[in-house]
């Protein structure tokens, strides 16, 4: 499991970068940090116990990657392909995707909490068990993807598609909904209400 030690910078709540007692946002020479984690990150297709909070990637090509544990909470991605890969177990809260591609990728048990997505392609990929809570999509494709048990509560989709999805346990609670597509999928076995409201 990734490293839990909390930043020394005084007051700071952030997760401390893994080989270092501050966080991004604290380390001195913080440029050539994220360089190193970057290239890192390129270089390894096995992504694990890595905790890289307030990262910041651009125009990077992560296909075929296997990120497992690890946090990037808080982060910036911007047109990153992380078609076919897997990730599994890990941590992406408070961030922001940009023109980001997950095509054909496994995701489970994965937290996007409070997140931002804006022009990203899910498309043809197994979501399962994951954490979508109070995120918001705008333009973004889901199509013929398996979202089994993951939860949308309180998120906010404008112009989204779940085309031929299987949403068996998906949960919608309380999401705003806005030009969403849900054609040929069972949004019958989802959850869009609660039995004792």
Same mark, same amino acid.
């Given at each position: 499991?990734?490293?839990?030690?909390?930043?020394?910078? /005084?007051?700071?709540?952030?997760?401390?970068?893994? +080989?270092?007692?501050?966080?991004?946002?604290?380390?001195? !020479?913080?440029?050539?940090?994220?360089?190193?984690?970057?290239?890192?990150?390129?270089? $390894?297709?096995?992504?694990?116990?890595?905790? #890289?909070?307030?990262?910041?990637?651009?125009? !990077?090509?992560? $296909?075929?990657?296997?990120?497992?544990?690890?946090?990037?909470?808080?982060?910036?991605?911007?047109? #990153?392909?992380?078609? %076919?890969?897997?990730?599994?177990?890990?941590?992406? $809260?408070?961030?922001?995707?940009?023109?980001?591609?997950?095509?054909?990728? #496994?995701?489970?048990?994965?937290?996007?909490? +409070?997140?931002?997505?804006? +022009?990203?392609?899910?498309? /043809?990929?197994?979501?399962?068990?994951?954490?979508?809570? +109070?995120? /918001?999509?705008?333009?973004?494709?889901?199509?013929?993807?398996?979202?089994?048990?993951?939860?949308?509560?309180?998120?906010?989709?404008?112009?989204?598609?779940?085309?031929?999805?299987?949403?068996?346990?998906?949960?919608?609670?309380?999401?705003?909904?806005?030009?969403?597509?849900?054609?040929?999928?069972?949004?019958? /076995?989802? %959850?869009?209400?609660?039995?004792?409201?």
């Amino acid at each position: 499991m990734f490293n839990f030690d909390i930043c020394k910078h /005084e007051g700071c709540k952030s997760y401390s970068a893994t +080989g270092y007692d501050y966080c991004l946002l604290h380390i001195n !020479e913080s440029a050539d940090v994220i360089e190193n984690y970057r290239k890192t990150v390129m270089k $390894q297709n096995l992504i694990r116990n890595y905790n #890289i909070e307030h990262l910041s990637l651009a125009n !990077e090509d992560l $296909q075929n990657k296997y990120i497992i544990v690890s946090n990037f909470s808080n982060s910036a991605f911007v047109d #990153i392909d992380f078609s %076919e890969s897997k990730i599994l177990f890990s941590l992406f $809260q408070f961030s922001t995707f940009k023109n980001c591609k997950f095509n054909r990728t #496994i995701i489970k048990y994965t937290n996007f909490a +409070g997140s931002t997505f804006e +022009g990203c392609d899910f498309s /043809e990929s197994d979501i399962v068990n994951s954490n979508f809570i +109070g995120v /918001e999509a705008a333009d973004c494709n889901f199509n013929d993807s398996n979202l089994y048990y993951t939860n949308f509560t309180n998120a906010a989709l404008s112009n989204v598609t779940f085309v031929d999805c299987n949403l068996k346990k998906t949960d919608f609670y309380r999401s705003k909904r806005d030009v969403v597509n849900f054609k040929y999928s069972n949004y019958e /076995e989802a %959850e869009f209400e609660r039995s004792w409201e």
